[in-house]
């Protein structure tokens, strides 16, 4: 630390002695992650995040002004607006035979993603599964960390097929491809006006040539979260590993509420969350949280060598701005602006002869547009700024089954949203309604 003591006679003692109060204060947040490695209660500063920032990133070797740097990479830069991109991390994390393991070169960025991890695994079980043992940021985005994770389970078992519940998306279709296997889908069923797939075909898809079964706990009316409790108890039965995509679930106390019972129940090797879906950072990150520490650490190993730190340093950054209290309230918050979307769409569903889908989501709205060209009424809300609505039509890809009861048009009410942005959608929405047939 800075030598204070030196500066006795430099400026009165009094007014010495108020600026080191100061500095101590400002300070003791960094002071605190140092020695509890946990969420803190209360935000940080911007100030204080970018401090801690800089102090890791000087102790980088790209940073020793007396070095020579004869290597192929050096931490070397175009300008100083491209490092800020990186918050300083030059080097990035990672070495080329493990993800988590130290970098020589970057003794600071590895203590960054040290602290970013000991985080994840705090925030993860802190809000809402106290019962897994460590968690991982990876520097991609979901997709890319299921490829990843669906490697090690190929790898673990020989397989070459994953038990997949209907989920109309391309994003886990194209991470199963990626990791060399096939999909064996099994397809959703309409009860009422929910999707679901029953599990007794989930358990007669799981075969000797099955790499994993892949579920899903957030996705978009119709569509309701796989029954990932008994999921996880036909892996641990069958001996196969089950990686659920909890891809915006750690938003919700009501998912994380399953993920926990999962784990209890039964076999989970992989929880796979955004960092942008539930930690309000830019695109880009994803966290792998697991019971089982050894498959974690052959994710982390599968991953090819060194990698950017900008996802890392972002999902530090965000967790200590916003803190333990502050998540909470962004929960309550998502779980009063659900309600209060619901109920702003049910006012104009009922003015245009439509309703409300009698769906389980903690998190998304869908209603009925029948008799109505959902694909003419999604474009017009586009057209009207109105940003993440899906309309689709009764067969559409996204429907996950065969064939829907009706066409529809849902929302999100995800963290962060503003009950401003509700009212200004849903007033848009009864205009299109009333103009696009």
């Known amino acids: 630390m800075l030598p204070f003591d030196k500066l006795k006679y430099t400026i009165p003692k009094s007014i010495l002695d108020r600026g080191l109060t100061v500095l101590g204060t400002e300070s003791r947040p960094i002071k605190l992650l140092f020695e509890q490695r946990r969420v803190p209660e209360d935000g940080w500063k911007d100030s204080q995040i970018e401090g801690l920032l800089n102090l890791l990133s000087t102790m980088d070797s790209d940073k020793d002004s007396k070095a020579a740097f004869l290597g192929e990479r050096e931490g070397r830069v175009a300008s100083p607006a491209v490092s800020k991109l990186a918050a300083g991390f030059h080097h990035g994390v990672g070495r080329s ?105 989930i358990e007669k898809a799981v075969n000797e040539n099955t790499a994993a079964i892949l579920s899903t706990t957030t996705f978009f009316p119709p569509r309701e979260q796989d029954k990932i409790k008994d999921i996880a108890k036909i892996a641990k039965e069958k001996n196969v590993p089950h990686i659920i995509n909890n891809a915006f679930g750690v938003q919700s106390r009501e998912i994380m509420k399953l993920v926990r019972g999962a784990i209890d129940a039964g076999r989970v090797d992989a929880v796979i969350q955004s960092t942008d879906k539930n930690f309000l950072t830019p695109v880009g990150g994803a966290i792998v949280a697991s019971p089982n520490e050894e498959f974690l650490d052959d994710v982390s190993e599968t991953y090819a060598g060194r990698a950017t730190a900008a ?111 509700i009212i200004l959608a849903t007033e848009r929405l009864d205009t299109v309604l009333k103009t696009v047939a």
């Open 97 to 201: 035979g493990d993800l988590t393991e130290a970098q020589p070169k970057a003794a600071g960025g590895s203590l960054m993603y040290f602290f970013a991890n000991k985080l994840a695994t705090d925030a993860m079980k802190r809000f809402g599964a106290p019962n897994i043992n460590k968690a991982v940021v990876f520097p991609v985005a979901t997709g890319m960390t299921l490829a990843l994770a669906l490697c090690v389970a190929r790898n673990q078992t020989g397989g070459r097929e994953v038990v997949f519940p209907q989920v109309d998306l391309k994003t886990p279709l194209k991470a199963i491809h990626l990791a060399g296997l096939q999909e064996r889908i099994v397809e959703g069923e309409v009860y009422g006006d929910a999707v679901n797939v029953p599990t007794e075909e």
């Open 311 to 421: 996802p890392i340093a972002q999902f530090l950054a965000a967790i200590l701005s916003i803190g333990l209290e502050g998540y909470e309230k962004l929960r309550t918050q998502q779980e009063e602006n659900r309600k209060f979307l619901e109920s702003s769409l049910k006012e104009v569903a009922e003015r245009h002869s439509q309703r409300i889908l009698n769906v389980y989501n903690p998190i998304s709205v869908a209603m009925t547009l029948e008799g109505r060209n959902a694909k003419k009424i999604g474009q017009a809300l586009y057209t009207a700024r109105v940003n993440g609505a899906r309309a689709l039509e009764k067969t559409d890809f996204g429907v996950c089954c065969p064939h829907y009861v009706s066409s529809y048009i849902n929302f999100d009410a995800s963290i962060g949203l503003r009950k401003e942005e």
